[in-house]
């Protein structure tokens, strides 16, 4: 299986403090994504990093990658009350070649909370 | 906001009926998904679609079928509702790498 897994399952820090999750992966991968879900809701994407990528930052967001050790880690900085969410790696199929086939596998998440 | 609907939002039914969930998107876009997810757990991908009239089944073995006639459109049936249906359903679309999912409905047998 190409499942994610992530590390820590749940996660509780002060606001204004840094938050990082990390996520370890079984075989190659053409890129790795991060989701947010709020309480009882959809996910939102947050940030995609490609494979020959080591590391991306969007807003107060920073994804590595390491594909030597088939992990990454998304930290973030400066969080707030309304960060408090589940969070989500997803890789991809590796033996997808860029056609239409496109298919993600997503890890149990980590349970983030803020505490104002 | 991602442009992608589901109805209902949530949905208590008894043993043995059968259930539609819908799932729209306005976003033109050619992929489609459906998951599964229990409360706190990973999503499960029981259905996807690639175009309209394809339609293929995901890792997650699923009593449910799924049909693709207009692209905006990709309904999920339950035949028979049994208790082990009861969960959240979470439908997605993309035109690339980034899915966009809808606000799911979250399923109830009794």
């Known amino acids: 299986s190409q499942q994610g897994e992530e590390d820590p399952q749940a996660l509780s820090i002060q606001e204004g403090e840094n938050a990082t999750m990390n996520c370890s992966y079984k075989?190659?991968?053409?890129?790795l994504q991060w989701y947010r879900q709020n309480s009882g809701r959809g996910l939102v994407h947050l940030i995609l990093i490609r494979s020959n990528e080591r590391e991306k930052h969007s807003g107060r967001l920073r994804v590595t990658l390491d594909t030597s050790k088939k992990s990454s880690s998304l930290l973030i900085t400066a969080s707030r009350a309304a960060d408090t969410a589940s969070y989500f790696c997803a890789t991809d199929d590796p033996s997808y070649s860029g056609g239409s086939n496109y298919k993600l596998t997503f890890g149990k998440g980590t349970l983030l909370t803020v505490n104002p | 906001e991602a442009d992608i609907y589901q109805t209902p939002r949530y949905l208590v039914i008894g043993t043995g009926k059968k259930i539609t969930l819908e799932c729209s998107q306005t976003m033109g876009h050619d992929k489609m998904y459906w998951y599964q997810q229990d409360p706190g757990m990973e999503l499960h991908l029981i259905h996807y679609?690639?175009?309209?009239?394809?339609?293929e089944k995901g890792d997650l073995s699923s009593e449910s079928t799924v049909s693709r006639i207009r692209t905006e459109h990709f309904p999920l049936t339950l035949e028979s509702a049994r208790p082990s249906h009861t969960s959240q359903y979470l439908c997605?679309?993309?035109?690339?790498?980034?899915?966009?999912f809808g606000p799911g409905t979250r399923l109830t047998v009794t």
């Open positions: 997605a679309s993309s035109d690339g790498y980034e899915q966009y």
């Open positions: 679609s690639y175009g309209v009239n394809s339609t």
């Open positions: 075989t190659s991968i053409n890129n």
